[in-house]
C-alpha cells in the first residue's frame, strides 16, 4: 500500500474556496492512479474526483465545474482545488491510490487500496 497524508482541510463559508494536497511516498511519478473521496456524518462515503496518468480526470455531478484535481509533475502529491464551496461540501475528505494500477489498466473510484486518515472540510452558511 501507498502511505497517503491529507492536509489543507478547514473551515469556510459558503462561496469560498479550499484547495486540499496528498502527499504519497514511494509512488510512481509516472503510472498512477489517486482520487478523493468524501465522506459526511450519517451518509457513505462517496468519490469526488479521480485522476491518473494515462486519461482525463473524472469528477462526480455534484463537484463538476466548482472542484479540480491535479498533480504536481515533480511530485507525487495530488490536489484537489474547491470553489464556490456549499454546506453540502461538508465532510471528512481522504485521499486514496490503486497501488496496483500499471499503465493500460483502468483507475476508478473502487479500485483503490490505499487511504489516507482525512482532512475535515466544514462550510457554514
Known amino acids: 500500500r501507498v502511505p497517503l497524508v491529507e492536509s489543507g482541510g478547514a473551515s469556510v463559508q459558503a462561496g469560498g474556496s479550499l484547495k486540499l494536497s496528498c502527499a504519497a511516498s514511494?509512488?510512481?511519478?509516472?503510472?498512477?492512479?489517486m482520487g478523493w473521496f468524501r465522506q459526511a456524518p450519517g451518509k457513505e462515503r462517496e468519490g469526488v474526483a479521480l485522476?491518473?496518468?494515462?486519461?482525463?480526470?473524472d469528477y462526480a455531478d455534484s463537484v463538476k465545474g466548482r472542484f479540480t484535481i491535479s498533480k504536481d509533475k515533480a511530485k507525487t502529491t495530488v490536489y484537489l482545488q474547491m470553489n464556490d464551496l456549499k454546506p453540502e461540501d461538508t465532510a471528512m475528505y481522504y485521499c486514496?491510490?490503486?497501488?496496483?494500477?500499471?499503465?493500460?489498466?483502468?483507475?476508478?473510484?473502487?479500485?483503490?487500496?490505499?487511504w489516507g486518515k482525512g482532512t475535515q472540510v466544514t462550510i457554514s452558511t
Open positions: 486514496a491510490a490503486d497501488s496496483f494500477f500499471r499503465p493500460g489498466g483502468f483507475c476508478g473510484y473502487y479500485g483503490m487500496d490505499s
Open positions: 514511494g509512488y510512481s511519478d509516472s503510472t498512477y492512479c
Open positions: 485522476i491518473d496518468s494515462h486519461g482525463p480526470p
